[in-house]
């Protein structure tokens, strides 16, 4: 069974920093890409960053209201995912969830399986 | 950056009704369209992935059609646990795109 299970969200103040990250098992970790993807409460879905697999050299994306703030990390022995987020605002404010892209060609690279989600607040 | 627009932003309906949801695409798309189904304190499940295949284990009164700009997710009955959130994405092009949403509620 895939399951994805995130962990080290929390409160922080306005210009911190928090670490996530998802512990991946029940699958090949290191075939897929991975995403995280937050939603602030009561709002939308909304894409945060990916990162590719060895095969497509670990290349990675950024929302434009995260780069230079945010960094995704993988690493594949672990079978883990990470999100390092510095200088976190007030809009930061979301649950963050990380989710698996389903294998196969990029027709079909939805996220097929998504974790259960934590918790960031930033406030002061 | 492309935009996903979707409508209508609630649907009323009785359980049995056919449900017709909406994502509209500011420019026009490949076929790399996915619909989520959401409820309330969980995270999003994958129905539709590619415009119009289904994913593992979804039922198929579920249904994805369309091309270009319009895509339409349809459920044919509307079953109680299909009240929820439904979000459309785009998933070839960066940055990923999401709809803003429709919420399927019990009329």
């Known amino acids: 069974e895939v399951q994805l299970v995130e962990s080290g969200g929390g409160l922080v103040q306005p210009g911190g920093s928090l670490r996530l990250s998802c512990a991946a098992s029940?699958?090949?970790?290191?075939?897929?890409?991975m995403d995280w993807v937050r939603q602030a409460p009561g709002k939308g879905l909304e894409w945060v960053s990916r990162i590719r697999n060895k095969a497509n050299d670990y290349f990675i994306d950024y929302a434009a209201s995260v780069k230079g703030r945010f960094t995704i990390s993988r690493d594949d022995s672990k079978n883990s995912l990470y999100l390092q987020m510095n200088s976190l605002k007030t809009e930061d404010t979301a649950v963050y969830y990380c989710?698996?892209?389903?294998?196969?060609?990029?027709?079909?690279?939805?996220?097929?399986?998504w974790g259960q989600g934590t918790m960031v607040t930033v406030s002061s | 950056e492309i935009v996903l627009t979707q409508s209508p932003g609630t649907l009323s309906l009785s359980p049995g009704e056919r449900a017709t949801l909406s994502c509209g695409a500011s420019q026009s798309v490949s076929s790399s369209l996915a619909w989520y189904q959401q409820k309330p304190d969980q995270p999003p499940r994958l129905l539709i992935y590619g415009v119009s295949n289904r994913a593992t284990g979804i039922p198929d009164r579920f249904s994805g059609s369309g091309s270009g700009t319009d895509f339409t997710l349809t459920i044919s009955r509307l079953e109680p646990e299909d009240f929820a959130v439904y979000y459309c994405?785009?998933?070839?092009?960066?940055?990923?795109?999401f709809g803003g949403g429709t919420k399927v509620e019990v009329k």
């Open positions: 989710a698996r892209v389903k294998l196969g060609p990029m027709a079909n690279k939805a996220f097929d399986n």
């Open positions: 029940g699958f090949t970790f290191s075939d897929h890409y």
């Open positions: 994405q785009l998933y070839a092009y960066s940055p990923l795109a």
